[in-house]
Every structure is written in structure tokens, then in C-alpha cells.
């Protein structure tokens, strides 16, 4: 399978990498943004994917060089290859302030830790060879210490786990038939009502043309991104949903 491009133009692409899971692995989307031939992988995956990813990575980018890596939060699909990844290249990885000391009981040895670079909570601008890309916070969506990427250029919003779902598309085609593919994730990973409005908001002042979550089926279009964006903004999850599940087993 090929690299889906969401965008291009002379200097800035935005690339989704082929689908490289296999056996019971949860599939994961790898991206890619290069801009004038320097490159930032988001949430690279685990040791499976790591060599394919890496070489898909490399090729892409040409002559050029990956100079940063985004880790949305800790999980395994995310950031389990990740001292592959600090020890075959130059590139600086960033990360959630709550997970720089945690992600090393993933095996980064000491030489590379210094690499590893935390993000504070309001999030921060990334400078990708003069673009600034806008780290976002989007905590409890739905880790504790959870980080999104808005591409100015390609107005692009990547949105980690938020917006995952299951069915093998690349692109959401139909939004009311996607939702069931989404809604029991949602519910369960999700934390709660209240920071999904609180995303919603924030994202709502951007201009936004396609987001891309790290799992299924990006959505392309002011229309679908807009209707997503509502389906969050009124969906209740996590704790909202807890009730009465707390009991000791018989």
C-alpha cells in the first residue's frame, strides 16, 4: 500500500505511511510532515513496525533529514520503538512533561535520553524548519498527559486517539455509518463530557481541513471535520458513564 498525501506543495507534505501492522497489534496510522526536506514523524509505533516505518520514513524525505519525532502520550503503539529511532538518527523527540520519566522503561538507553524533551501543559509551537507547528493540549483524550499537532500549511489537525476507530478505510466517507465504528472506543477511553467540550472549543478557532487520528479513518472536508468536532462536543463517555459498575465481584 502507497502513502495516502493529504497535502502538497512545492515545500510542505503531508504524508499518512502504508498500514504496517500485523497479527493481533491494534493497526495504528503512522505520519509524516516534511517541510522543505525536513521531517517530523508523529507517533512512530512499536518495535514491529519500527524497521518499515523507519525506511518508508527515510525515503520520503529524500536527501533530508528527520529532525523531530511527536509522541501524543505513552502508549506502546506509540512510542515503544522510540530509542530506535533516537539511536539511528539526529532527530529530538517531544513529549508530554508527565511522560519523560516514564517512557525510558521503554529501553532508551543513556545516551539518547537527553533527546527526549518535554512539553508543558498548554503545549507549545514546534518549529519545523520555519513553520511553527502548534502542539495542542487535549489531556485526558484520553491520556492524563495527551498532545495534539495543528499544521498551519496543510491545516491539518492530528488528533492522536481522539476520532480512532475500527474498519480498515483510510477516509471517513459517511460520516453516520463511521460513528458506530467510533462509539464504544469513545465511550470507554475517553475520560469524560467536559474535556471533550473543552477540546471542541479550542479546536473550533482553528482552520481546520482534514483531521487525522493515530487509529482508522481521517475526515476530509469543512463539513465532515465539522460534524466530528459536534459528534465530540455532545458525546458522553468515561466517567459519565461509570454509574453503578463499581461493585466487588461475587
Given at each position: 500500500m502507497a502513502c495516502d498525501v493529504l497535502y502538497e506543495d512545492d515545500n510542505h507534505r503531508n504524508l499518512l505511511l502504508p498500514a504496517y501492522e500485523e497479527g493481533n497489534m491494534?493497526?495504528?496510522n503512522q505520519h509524516l510532515i516534511v517541510h522543505a526536506g525536513v521531517g517530523m514523524i508523529l507517533d512512530p509505533g512499536g518495535h514491529k513496525v519500527y524497521n518499515r516505518v523507519l525506511s518508508e520514513t527515510m525515503s520520503q524525505i529524500g536527501g533530508g533529514k528527520l529532525a523531530l519525532i511527536f509522541l501524543s502520550h505513552q502508549d506502546p503503539d506509540i512510542v515503544a520503538a522510540l530509542n530506535?529511532?533516537?539511536m539511528t538518527t539526529d532527530a529530538v523527540a517531544y513529549a508530554?512533561?508527565?511522560w519523560v520519566r516514564f517512557i525510558p522503561h521503554f529501553g532508551l538507553d543513556r545516551l539518547v535520553t537527553d533527546r527526549l524533551k518535554p512539553i508543558p501543559d498548554e503545549g507549545m509551537t514546534l518549529d519545523l524548519n520555519g513553520v511553527g507547528?502548534?502542539?495542542?493540549?487535549a489531556h485526558f483524550l484520553h491520556s492524563c498527559g495527551n498532545?495534539?499537532?495543528y499544521d498551519p500549511i496543510s491545516k491539518i489537525l492530528y488528533s492522536g486517539?481522539?476520532?480512532?476507530?475500527l474498519g480498515g478505510e483510510r477516509k471517513v466517507e459517511d460520516f453516520d455509518a463511521h460513528v458506530g465504528k467510533m462509539l464504544g472506543f469513545h465511550q470507554r477511553y475517553m475520560a469524560s463530557n467536559v474535556a471533550m467540550r473543552a477540546w471542541a472549543r479550542m479546536v473550533r478557532t482553528l482552520d481546520i481541513d482534514i483531521i487525522a487520528p493515530q487509529h482508522g479513518a481521517y475526515f476530509q472536508g469543512k463539513d465532515m471535520v465539522s460534524r466530528f468536532i459536534d459528534w465530540v462536543e455532545n458525546l458522553q463517555c468515561?466517567?459519565?458513564l461509570i454509574g453503578e459498575s463499581f461493585k466487588v465481584p461475587a
Open positions: 491494534v493497526p495504528a530506535g529511532w533516537l508530554s512533561r508527565l507547528l502548534k502542539i495542542l493540549p498532545l495534539h499537532v486517539d481522539l476520532g480512532a476507530s468515561g466517567v459519565d
